[in-house]
């Protein structure tokens, strides 16, 4: 497809020594094939300092329709959420990691055996929350890890389809593995 404006094809045209009658216009070449395209509008000084008073909602109220995408119809694909949450995994187990290290550092040796022992000790109901809330971001965001190891030796797997599916396996291991590591 061509991107151009129709002066600008009757210009070089023109330049070219032939008539205008010869452009691809009145030789019948079909519209599909030439995109005619305006030029760059401008704005005078008076319009362009009246736009800078208004601010962004000010312009989009005069539009009447919300800024798109809008957040309550906006839904993010499930490859997108696997990808947010293997960061947010990897943050959480970072910051657990280092809790329990403030915690040993502070409250002495043995202090990070005691708080686990009064947490198994809680119920448990408390004791499973914990085994799973430390289980699953492990096994997220490992499982998540191996499916970026595979992509990168076999890129031709990241096709929309195969991302899809293989972000859904990520989710559903993760709660599998995850819940059997806690029942344990």
Known sequence: MLRTTSSSIIRSFARAGRPAAACPTALNIPSSAVVVSRGMTILSKESADEFKKQNYTTRMAKTRRPVSPHVTIYSFPVCAISSIATRVTGCALSFGCAGLGIVEIFGGSG??????????????L???GAKFSVAFPVVYHYLGGLRHLVWDAKPDLLTNVDVEKASYGLIGASVLVSTVATVL
């Open 126 to 128: 408390v004791a499973a």
């Open 111 to 124: 202090a990070a055996l005691s708080l686990m022992q009064v947490i198994g000790e809680s119920g448990a």
